[in-house]
């Protein structure tokens, strides 16, 4: 497991900025449905503009940047990407400067080169306008591994690589004159996760390795920000889902019957949560993740 180890580097490096500074000003940006309203959030300090995570389609990245002119926001002087998904930073190009720098992992700038055009094709294929979609990836300007502190208009931004194996891997930011985290989509609040077949088990450690920084104010991946409420209730939601599929593991085939019990039996402790239907996908994913490890496989 990566985290532990990063979290006491991160201690080590201590709070570099100036007790003085400012206190940031974060503002959320919610792309449409196509991305299950992804969230880019962007920073108002009092001399420049810094992005976390970008649109997803053309008429997102429109949208975005007419909030920004109209909250009369200086030009992006950096930006940082949580990960490669295209719902995290396709709709990035349009809103940088010639100067603008771009923050993200060997592994983000890595994937975004082999897996751009296998991505487009996809998305062409789900349906996504031609006219919606970048005609080239974004490019990470500054990569880094394991975890790397900035320094930005007085304050710091410390990056760092966070999930175990076989959980979502995740650039988290973490703020710590003012304890503001941005946990990408490793939190979903109130907003049905993709999980992708995902190690639940190891994505919940993941998480509580996050809360053990002790953030105020938690900006997830998806929904709405909160304390540390969006944390717990995103393990809480993982640990339902293990929880409902584990009897069900011997089957060799999840039923129309089957989904349709899980589904009540979710809705009853996530009632609020929106874009439910991706849920069936999340229940088959998990019941072969766990018929795999029945079988002995990983």
């Known amino acids: 497991m990566r985290f532990p180890r990063l979290l006491l580097a991160l201690a080590l490096l201590g709070v570099c900025a100036a007790a003085s500074a400012e206190t940031p000003r974060f503002r959320r940006f919610a792309s449409g449905e196509a991305s299950r309203f ?9 001399r420049g503009t810094g992005v976390v995570d970008a649109p997803f389609l053309v008429a997102d990245e429109r949208a975005l940047s007419a909030e920004l002119a109209a ?27 010639p ?21 487009r094709d996809r998305l062409l294929r789900a349906g996504i306008p031609h006219a919606q979609l970048p005609r080239a ?6 990569t880094f591994s394991g975890s790397l502190s900035l320094g930005f208009e007085g304050w710091t931004l410390r990056l760092f690589e ?8 995740a650039t988290a930011i973490f703020v710590p004159e003012t ?15 993709v999980t992708g077949g995902a190690d639940l088990g190891a994505w919940r450690r993941t998480l509580a390795s996050l809360k053990r920084l002790g953030a105020k104010t938690v900006y997830p991946g998806h ?21 409902l599929v584990r009897p069900l593991a011997a089957k060799s085939t999840l039923s129309a019957r089957d989904l349709s019990s899980l589904r009540r ?13 991706v849920v069936d996908e999340t229940f088959r994913r998990e019941h072969a993740r766990l018929r795999r490890l029945l079988a002995g496989g990983e």
């Not at 992804?38 to 009092?46: D, H, L, Q, R």
């Not at 929904?223 to 393990?235: F, K, L, N, Q, Y």
């Open 179 to 193: 304890g503001e985290l941005f946990a990408g989509d490793l939190v979903w609040n109130r907003v049905h996760p």
């Open 38 to 46: 992804a969230n880019s959030w962007w920073i108002v300090p009092s």
């Open 71 to 97: 909250a009369g926001a200086l030009p992006a002087g950096a930006a940082i990407l949580t990960s490669s998904r295209p719902e995290r930073c396709w709709g990035l190009g349009p809103l940088l400067g």
């Open 162 to 169: 966070v999930g175990e194996e076989g959980s979502p891997a």
């Open 99 to 119: 100067t603008t720098r771009v923050w993200g992992t060997k592994g983000t700038a890595l994937a975004l080169e082999r897996e751009f055009a296998r991505d």
């Open 223 to 243: 929904g709405e920000p909160g304390r540390v409420s969006p944390i717990d209730a995103m393990a809480g939601y993982l640990a339902s889902v293990e929880e």
């Open 137 to 142: 990836a974004p490019r990470v300007t500054n």
């Open 265 to 277: 039996s979710l809705a009853r402790t996530h009632r609020d949560w929106i874009l439910p239907e």
